[in-house]
């Protein structure tokens, strides 16, 4: 008698291969895509990745730190590298909550789910752009 684990196994084989198959497009699935990293400095608080993750996600590290300040509705700035600093001691919960708001609201596609997307402005308009089914969903600006 076949057990259901070796039945699996071999759906998770088939299956794997058929993405094998498939173009890769760099960030696409929710468990590509990295965590924000937080610390503290004094009664600072610094996304120490900011920079890093923006990369991933094809967005503007500008974009992401407005959206958490506006929320946070807490001061701070981009460093040179890239990275973030809040003038607030602000608890990691609270920003990867944030974060994940941010990835529903301006990075995954509605339409098929995808993280593989572009934010596009034109002028007052905002909207997603997905690369992996071409859907557009227009969103708030930040
Ligand atoms: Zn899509």
């Excluded at 084989?13 to 960030?27: M, Q, S, T």
């Excluded at 500008?62 to 700035?77: N, Q, S």
């Excluded at 920003?95 to 529903?104: G, K, P, S, T, V």
């Excluded at 402005?121 to 909207?127: A, T």
């Amino acid at each position: 008698m076949q057990s259901d684990t070796a039945i699996l196994y071999n759906y998770d084989y088939l299956l794997n291969r058929a993405i094998e198959k498939l173009p890769k497009r760099g960030v696409a699935k929710a468990y590509d895509i990295p965590q924000l990293e937080v610390e503290y400095e004094g009664e600072h608080t610094v996304v120490k990745n900011l920079s890093f993750v923006s990369e991933r996600l094809r967005r503007d590290p500008r974009i992401v730190m407005r959206f958490l300040l506006k929320e946070l509705g807490a001061p701070g700035a981009l460093r040179p590298d890239n990275n973030m600093v809040i003038y607030k001691r602000i608890s990691a919960k609270s920003i990867q909550d944030l974060y994940a708001r941010f990835l529903e609201s301006y990075v995954k596609c509605p339409t098929c789910q995808s993280y593989d997307t572009e934010l596009i402005r034109e002028g007052k308009k905002w909207y997603i752009r997905c690369l992996a089914c071409g859907a557009i969903t227009y969103v708030r600006p930040v």
